[in-house]
C-alpha cells in the first residue's frame, strides 16, 4: 500500500497539469449560463455554474446572498449579460476588485429605458439604476453578439483552448441565425402586429420582428395596479381593438386576468427565458415556442 501512494505521489508530482485547477466561471443567471454551456462544450478543465437559481428570474431588484460571494470569489471571471441588469455590480466590485467580468452586452444598441415610458399608463418604473432595458437575449441577433462577445473574452482567458471555444461559438451561432431566419419567415405573413404585455421584457424582440407593443401592464411584475391605471390600461386596449394580451409563466398577473375579462382579449403566455431546465437547446426551444404562441394569438 505504501509503495502505491508513493507511487501515485510521483506521478503527480511529475505531472504538474495534474495538480492544476480548473477555470472556475460563473454565469450571473440563466440566459447567459445556457450560452456559455453552449461555447464551453467539450473544453476541458472548465467548471462553469450559475450564480443564481434557475427559478430566479429577472436580476433587477437581485441582493446578492453570501452563498454568491463565496462562489464568487473562487471564480476566475463573472458572465454577465450587462446593460443594468445586473444592479449587484458594484457590491462585486467593492469586495472582489480584482474580479475579471465578461459583459456579454458590448456592442449591443441597447433600448433607452425612457423610450418605454409612453407604454406604463403613469407607473413608477423603479429600476432606477438602469438607464437602458436589459432584456438584450430576446433579439436573436443581440444573442449572437453575446456569444461573440463571451467568445473573444473566453479564448483571452484560456488561449490554450481558443480553437475549441471558436469552433463551439461558430457552430452555435449558425443555429442562432438559423432561429433567426425561422422566426422572421414563421411572422412575416401575420394579419395583426399588436400585442400587450404585462412586462418590460419583449421590445427586443418586438423591433427584431416588427410588432408593437400597445401597453406593458405593468413595469414591476409583482406590483399591482391602482384601479385608475388599469382603467386607463382597459381604455387603451379597447381602442387598439383588443389585441392580445401575454402574460410570462414565471408570474400570475391577477390585471390582465381583468384587462382580459373586460376588453375580451385572450391572454397567453410569452416565457422571456428567465428560468429553465438549462438544456444546450433551451434558446432555440423556448424562442420557438414564443413563435408559435404569437402565431396563435395574432392569426386571429
Known sequence: MKKLC??????????PAA??????????????????????????GVSLSCMTAPSTGCLHDYQLLAGDMLKLSKAD??????????????AVHSQLPEMKIVDCSEGIELICADEEHHHDHGHEHKHE????????????KNAIQMVKNMESR??????????????????????????????????????SRQIVTFHDSFPYFAKAYDLHIVAVVSMEPEEPLSPQTLMDVIH?????????????????????????????????????????????????????????????????
Open 154 to 191: 473566453l479564448i483571452d482567458l484560456m488561449p490554450e483552448h481558443a480553437e475549441t471555444i471558436a469552433k463551439n461559438a461558430s457552430a452555435y451561432i449558425t443555429r442562432l441565425e438559423e432561429l433567426d431566419a425561422y422566426i422572421t419567415d414563421h411572422l412575416l405573413a401575420i394579419p
Open 19 to 44: 495538480l492544476a485547477e480548473d477555470v472556475q466561471l460563473v454565469a450571473s443567471f440563466y440566459p447567459v449560463y445556457i450560452f456559455a454551456q453552449n461555447i464551453l462544450q467539450d473544453v476541458p
Open 236 to 300: 387603451q386596449v379597447t381602442a387598439a381593438g383588443n389585441p392580445p394580451l401575454f402574460a410570462e409563466p414565471q408570474y400570475r398577473n391577477a390585471a390582465l386576468e381583468v384587462i382580459s375579462r373586460e376588453t375580451g382579449a385572450p391572454v397567453y403566455l410569452l416565457d422571456p427565458l428567465v428560468t429553465g431546465d438549462g438544456s444546450m437547446t433551451a434558446y432555440e426551444d423556448v424562442m420557438k415556442k414564443n413563435l408559435h404562441t404569437l402565431l396563435e394569438a395574432l392569426s386571429k
Open 129 to 140: 439604476a438602469e438607464e437602458y432595458n436589459a432584456h438584450i437575449w430576446l433579439d436573436p
Open 6 to 15: 508513493c507511487l501515485l505521489l510521483a506521478m503527480l508530482l511529475c505531472c
Open 77 to 90: 471571471a463573472l458572465l454577465i449579460n450587462g446593460a443594468g441588469m445586473e444592479v449587484f455590480l458594484p
